[in-house]
């Protein structure tokens, strides 16, 4: 087996690097496939732009941010938010206040079923002499 070998594809002949090498095209046939330096700079060139486009976003964003910044100075959101709140804690103290009453009116008839069995045992009591007031 000799080291030489014609390429396929231009038909010159080129050194093999070693005597188990499968190549069939020459080193200018095959190309560089693996050129770091300019995989680097295409790569630098990318990040650039992408950095320029993020910056122009970027400023963009900052751009809309004052301009609304300046739209929310100029009017006054505070009063119907004020209000709001107004209209909804009215609303929640009126639900409220008639929970408390429906609550003291069970605890009334509550306090009243009591006292009722409590003058029942008081009856009893007296109608067996056990209990002196």
């Not at 069939?24 to 330096?37: A, E, K, L, P, V």
């Not at 995989?39 to 751009?63: F, G, H, I, Y």
Request: charged content about 40%.
């Amino acid at each position: 087996m000799s080291n030489i070998r014609v390429c396929t594809k231009c038909d010159t002949a080129f050194t093999l690097r070693s005597t188990l090498d499968r190549e069939t095209r020459c080193q200018t046939c095959r190309g560089s496939r693996h050129n770091r330096y300019s995989n680097q700079s295409n790569q630098r060139a990318k990040a650039l732009e992408w950095m320029d486009e993020v910056n122009d976003r970027l400023t963009s964003l900052e751009k809309k941010l004052l301009a609304l910044e300046e739209k929310v100075n100029e009017e006054d959101v505070e009063s119907p938010v004020e209000s709001l709140i107004d209209e909804r804690l009215k609303y929640k103290s009126t639900e409220m206040q008639d929970w408390v009453e429906k609550k003291v009116l069970k605890l009334n008839g509550r306090i009243l079923k009591l006292t009722e069995e409590v003058e029942k045992v008081k009856g009893l009591l007296l109608k067996k002499g056990g209990y002196e007031s």
